[in-house]
């Protein structure tokens, strides 16, 4: 199975920043949903930030309620790349971030899952 490579988690103070960045699996030009996810110690993965793609308009943009405000999701399109901008982190954010894109088949791919850690 194939695993995405992901970048950009680590430590960071509360209140400050982040961005992670997935690149999408190769030779899929359509796909049902490309997220990220998240899951802490003891917890189950839950959906963070989801884009619905649109061929003809705006892609659609969904949000956990906890982030919303605080994360943003966007996708690159020619570079086949999709990003999770976090802002405003709480230590409730520590978790491993995990990327998911859905082929318009169903295939899934996911990322490796970086370790984000917001602590004093």
């Known amino acids: 199975q194939v695993q995405l490579a992901e970048s950009g988690g680590g430590l960071v103070q509360p209140g400050g920043s982040l961005r992670l960045e997935c690149g999408g699996p190769?030779?899929?030009?359509?796909?049902?949903?490309i997220g990220w996810y998240r899951q802490a110690p003891g917890d189950q993965r839950e959906l963070v930030a989801l884009?619905?793609?649109?061929?003809?308009?705006?892609?659609?943009?969904k949000y956990t309620d906890s982030v919303k405000g605080r994360f943003t999701i966007s996708r690159d399109r020619p570079k086949n790349t999709v990003y999770l901008q976090m802002d405003h982190l709480k230590p409730e954010d520590s978790a491993v971030y995990y990327c998911?894109?859905?082929?318009?088949?169903?295939?899934?791919?996911w990322g490796q899952g970086p370790q984000v850690t917001v602590s004093s």
């Open positions: 998911r894109w859905i082929a318009s088949d169903n295939r899934d791919f």
């Open positions: 884009i619905i793609p649109s061929e003809g308009g705006l892609d659609g943009v």
């Open positions: 190769k030779n899929i030009d359509r796909y049902n949903g």
